[in-house]
């Protein structure tokens, strides 16, 4: 153990011993308020078992604000350093620093509000299929300390009875919607997870980005849920929302692929995107007007070529191929579209910095 490490751990310990001796975790609360010292929550449902009780009162717990402070070794060593810096500000000193950095104020029982942490208790249960659950919120009162009591009287879990793609496959987008099916995260009587909806939503996404809809978003994408079939089950509906643009709906090819091999980080617009001062190669335009590097190295660098479909992974391939060149410090890449009438072409630019 250094000197410097012995030194100023000793001065921890110092620090420790006199707060531990001084603390008052009430001393700076303020008359009429009370140190608020956390949550609990109790789960009323007969038919859990008692690690799924245990599951969702702890992941309820955790969705309360405000957290309350902090311990160390059982004491509120946080606290104890704010009050023992006094109540005046902190400024520069030794008396700013206990105050501001080590120390914290006190959590107190007005900055908590029962009805707010209720509401976001019943959305979570909600979310995971207690479509009947309810809050009720309390606080219990001891001298200068208080805590919040939440009982969730959540009724019964709802679990997926059946779930329903859309069936219009004359439509590219719909048909490449349908190939997704063998891989859905959604599943006959798995329960209810707003959770698990959002991730299907993202990965029927990611699979189109792969299939050449450049412009698709999964907000494009909405499931809808029938809760009213009885015997606490939902039938879900993945659809299409009417809003979703003709863009999103068209599968996009490369057309021409720019490599601009030095990019200013500096410039504030892009990069000239002409092919004036460019050389043809085997379907890439390079534009390296000092002739740094042959043309064949950016063609084996990229994974795809023009007439392909887009595809996004294809598109991260790149950029990272490019920099694991070790040549360049910066790459980054922009796709646009074909300035022509109902064009489903982009061009593809890719800005090297040395």
Not at 111 to 126: F, I, P
Not at 205 to 227: H, Q, R
Not at 228 to 233: L, P, S, V
Request: a positive charge; proline letters at 5%.
């Amino acid at each position: 153990m250094n000197r410097f490490f012995v030194k100023y751990y000793y001065w921890f310990l110092l620090l420790v011993t006199i707060a531990a001796a001084s603390c008052s975790s009430t001393k700076s609360v303020p008359q009429g308020d009370a140190l608020y010292t956390g949550a609990s929550v109790t789960a009323v449902k007969d038919t859990f078992t008692n690690q799924k009780n245990k599951t969702v009162r702890k992941q309820l717990e955790g969705l309360t604000r405000p957290r309350p402070n902090k311990k160390f070794l059982s004491m509120p060593f946080k606290i104890c350093m704010y009050n023992l810096a006094g109540p005046k500000p902190g400024g520069r000193g030794i008396r700013g620093w206990l105050k501001n950095k080590v120390g914290e104020p006190p959590v107190l029982l007005s900055d908590v509000n029962l009805s707010h942490n209720a509401e976001v208790l019943k959305s979570w249960l909600e979310n995971k299929g207690y479509f009947q659950a309810k809050i009720l919120a309390d606080t219990t009162v001891k001298g200068k300390k208080a805590s919040a009591q939440y009982k969730a009287i959540t009724g019964d879990q709802y679990h997926i009875a059946e779930i329903h793609f859309p069936e219009d496959t004359s439509a590219v987008l719909i048909s490449k919607i349908r190939e997704t099916i063998p891989n859905s995260l959604l599943k006959t009587d798995d329960p209810f997870d707003l959770d698990v909806i959002k991730a299907e939503r993202l990965r029927i996404d990611e699979y189109l980005k792969e299939k050449g809809f450049y412009f698709f978003n999964a907000d494009y994408l909405l499931v809808k849920v029938d809760s009213t079939i009885g015997n606490k089950k939902v039938n879900l509906y993945v659809t299409l929302k009417p809003v979703t643009p003709d863009d999103a709906r068209k599968v996009y090819h490369i057309n021409d692929i720019y490599i601009y091999t030095a990019f200013n980080l500096r410039e504030t617009s892009v990069a000239d995107t002409t092919k004036r001062n460019a050389e043809f190669y085997q379907g890439y335009w390079v534009v390296d007007r000092r002739k740094f590097y042959k043309p064949k190295l950016f063609k084996q660098a990229m994974p795809f070529q023009p007439g392909d479909v887009y595809s996004r992974s294809e598109q991260n391939s790149a950029i990272n191929r490019l920099i694991n060149l070790d040549i360049f410090k910066f790459v980054k890449n922009r796709f646009v579209v074909v300035p022509q009438a109902d064009s489903s072409l982009l061009n593809a630019y890719y800005y090297l910095t040395r």
